[in-house]
């Protein structure tokens, strides 16, 4: 903890310390205050606005410092400066107290415990953030929540200074009147449990939910609206109609079928989408082919006197495709059906909020769901360069039609699609130029990370060209050039072919989103609430149309929520749980993550502490010549748990799995630690980062007395 707030806290600490060893709280007890009324009577007529400040410090004292008497303070205030002056001041004390209390808390902990709790809050984070005043409002006027308490919590959250203190000070004025009141007449009073009777604070309960209950029956109102120009059926064909049979949109279904709903699935292209047929699938297949050519480069390496490599490019075009079609039946029609899905081809366009219009080659059929769920994808952006159409562009979408190698390629994108593809071709033969407009390539990655991968793509003869910015594609005596604009000067690139690998964006347009007004957020992807629902509570949307993350695994997960949600949300709804989100790019070394990383961390304010192990130390690295990368985790200072966790290195994505584990369920480096590794394996790589831990973690001071005990026991 810092100087300055160890210093605060030994302040607050030694008052508190004082307020009780001297007993100072007798001074605040109904007994005393009678005993004194007169006096203080005295002294409040001799000078009415210094005793009125002087009992403006002490209330704001003790509520400062969360010290019991406050509820008797607010009494006196009525008997010694009657109603409207006792809770002028006692307002104005009480809401400056409470916020002093507020900021003390927030100050002392909230780092430390949005650090440490910082993936389970998230939820409670956004509500407060979106509700935060009418929560605390709702807390002060119940009467059963203690006042210190909700100072004190309401600091560990994200709520603004000045929210808190002006719906403090609405909210305690019913309260603070009725205690006021009640002091004019003290005299009368012989303990604070008789002020509030059972009907009032029923009354101020009423009152505090009224908020709450208000904005929601606006929101149902809202949402109402929203229908209130679409005719409703009276019953419906199905419960679930999706769009888009991509690994979103096949989970979707996949769900529905399993719990029995009556579900329609809709693609108008190629069951599987982009994974099966432009993205994962055919890009690992060539990977694997790419990383078999550069393994055999290396052949003197293993001990093997020569191995030479004859291929066609083609042919290992050939075999994607033939991975592809092998894989294909997981996603097919006839599985799916079985599964209990009705599948159509087709182009599906949403008519209202119920009804789907479906084109096939058969003509259009109008469906009738209770439920849509939205998962038509994305596609790759191409940039509008000037010109680009005059050269030409491959993109993820178009570059598995190749059947002859480029000579030189350039690849526009320093992200994952870009990278794996960078690698691949070079490695299959072509010269490859990377250009990426920003400093580095893998750009969400740590620099040394980002920067192990290109010192291998330039050690593979790719040139990168980082910092470079695409700004105009020529044809110049029939050769294809493109000039970057790099440190204010042109850079001119000659190629013969161009992939495109600058991002994907949502398809959104087309197929009624348009015209049912649901709005796209400024990623360009469809707009979703926390339970994955668009503007029409019973439209969902997942995968990549609707982000935040672009990847299979997310769009399964996205998609999860979308259904349960849709089938079961009107008894029970989840939110999307985007807390532990792990992500591989398969390059060689292979760089995998989950959580935060440094760059992250240090932007977010987020403290940490690193360990990293090389993984070139690894045996089993070593016997397979996979003897480079790291494995290095972010953990709380002084603590194991896991703040994220990177690995790069051969199969990081699989090695990575452990960590996720460790997050997803609360497990720190120790736990890692204890687990027992089978030995040689890429795997221990995790346990010896997590001994590096350990060992930076040792008691130093009690193994010195271990060390004495040896010795002692040695004679
Ligand atoms: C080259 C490349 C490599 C990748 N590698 C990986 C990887 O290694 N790991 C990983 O996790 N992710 C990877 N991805 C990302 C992954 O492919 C996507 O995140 C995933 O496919 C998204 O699934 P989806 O269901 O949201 O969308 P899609 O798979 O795009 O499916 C959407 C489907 O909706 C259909 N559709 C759209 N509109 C309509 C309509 N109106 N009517 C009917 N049908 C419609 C489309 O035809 C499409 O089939 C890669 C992507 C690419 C391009």
């Not at 083609?314 to 075999?319: I, L, P, T």
């Not at 592809?324 to 599906?348: F, M, N, Q, W």
Request: aromatic share 10%; net charge positive.
């Amino acid at each position: 903890m810092k100087k300055n707030k160890l210093m605060l806290m030994a302040i607050i600490a030694a008052l508190i310390v004082v307020f009780f060893a001297f007993d100072l709280g007798r001074y605040f007890t109904l007994d005393f205050f009678k005993s004194q009324q007169a006096a203080i009577d005295g002294y409040v007529r001799a000078g009415p606005i210094q005793a009125g400040l002087v009992f403006f410090l002490i209330y704001v004292a003790v509520t400062g410092l969360s010290l019991p008497g406050a509820a008797f303070m607010t009494l006196a205030a009525g008997a010694v400066f009657g109603l409207l002056w006792g809770t002028v001041i006692v307002s104005f004390a009480s809401t400056l107290g409470a916020t002093l209390a507020f900021l003390a808390s927030r100050f002392l902990f909230q780092d430390a415990i949005q650090a440490r709790f910082g993936n389970n809050l998230k939820a409670i984070n956004a509500g407060v953030e979106k509700d935060g005043a009418f929560y605390l409002f709702t807390l002060r006027l119940v009467p059963a929540f203690p006042f210190f308490v909700i100072n004190l919590v309401m600091g560990l959250t994200p709520l603004k200074t000045w929210t808190f203190y002006w719906v403090s000070q609405t909210g305690m004025l019913a309260g603070t009147l009725v205690y006021v009141y009640a002091g004019t007449e003290i005299a009368r009073i012989d303990s604070l449990q008789g002020i509030l009777s059972p009907g009032l604070i029923i009354s101020f309960t009423l009152l505090g939910l009224f908020p709450l209950i208000a904005k929601r029956a606006v929101g149902a109102i809202k949402a109402r609206k929203v229908y209130a120009k679409w005719p409703k059926p009276a019953s419906f064909d199905r419960n679930l109609v999706v769009i888009g049979a991509g690994s979103a949109g096949l989970v979707s279904a996949y769900i529905a079928a399993a719990v029995k709903a009556k579900v329609t699935l809709i693609e108008k292209h190629k069951m599987g989408g982009d994974c099966l047929n432009t993205g994962c699938v055919p890009s690992k297949a060539l990977i694997r082919s790419a990383k078999l050519l550069a393994t055999m480069k290396r052949a003197k390496e293993f001990g093997l006197k020569s191995a030479t490599v004859e291929f066609d490019f083609a042919d290992v075009m050939e075999r994607v495709q033939r991975v592809v079609k092998t894989v294909a039946p997981h996603d097919s029609i006839e599985r799916y059906t079985r599964l209990g899905v009705e599948c159509i081809t087709g182009e599906a366009k949403i008519t209202s909020p119920w009804t789907v219009e479906v084109k096939t080659a058969d003509g259009t059929r109008t469906l009738s769901t209770r439920a849509i769920v939205i998962a038509a994808g994305a596609r790759p952006f191409v940039p509008p360069i000037p010109g680009i159409n005059q050269v030409g562009c491959l993109t993820s979408d178009t570059v598995w039609d190749l059947r002859e190698l480029p000579k030189r390629l350039v690849v526009l994108g320093g992200g994952p699609i870009g990278c794996e593809l960078t690698q691949c071709f070079a490695r299959l033969g072509s010269q490859v130029t990377q250009v990426e407009m920003l400093p580095r390539i893998m750009i969400r990655e740590d620099p040394e990370i980002s920067d192990m991968v290109m010192r291998q793509f330039e050690k593979e003869g790719v040139t990168v060209l980082v910092n470079h910015k695409g700004k105009q594609f020529k044809v110049e005596n029939g050769e294809k050039i493109l000039i970057c604009e790099h440190d204010g000067k042109e850079v001119r690139v000659p190629f013969d072919a161009l992939l495109c690998a600058v991002g994907r964006i949502a398809n959104t347009s087309g197929y009624g989103l348009e015209e049912l007004g649901i709005p796209v957020t400024k990623a360009r992807t469809v707009e979703v609430n926390e339970f994955m629902q668009t503007l029409y509570p019973n439209i969902y949307a997942c995968g990549d149309v609707a982000g935040p993350y672009q990847f299979t695994h997310t769009a399964a997960h996205t998609a999860w929520y979308s259904a349960v949600n849709a089938l079961f949300g009107r008894f029970k709804k989840f939110r999307a749980d985007f807390s532990v989100i792990p992500w591989a790019t398969f390059t060689d070394p292979e760089v995998a993550r989950v959580g935060l990383n440094e760059t992250e961390a240090r932007e977010k304010n987020i403290p940490y502490e690193v360990t990293t192990y090389g993984i070139d130390d690894l045996d089993r690295a070593i016997a397979d010549g996979d003897a480079h990368g790291v494995v290095k985790v972010l953990t709380v200072p002084g603590k194991d748990k896991i703040l994220g966790a990177t690995i790069a290195g051969e199969h990081a994505g699989d090695l990575l799995i452990e960590f996720i584990l460790a997050m997803r369920h609360g497990l720190g480096l120790n736990k890692i630690l204890g687990t027992i590794h089978i030995y040689p394996t890429l795997v221990e790589a995790n346990k010896y980062a997590a001994g590096v831990w350990k060992k930076a973690h040792t008691p130093k001071e009690l193994l010195r007395w271990i060390e004495k005990f040896h010795a002692w026991m040695r004679g």
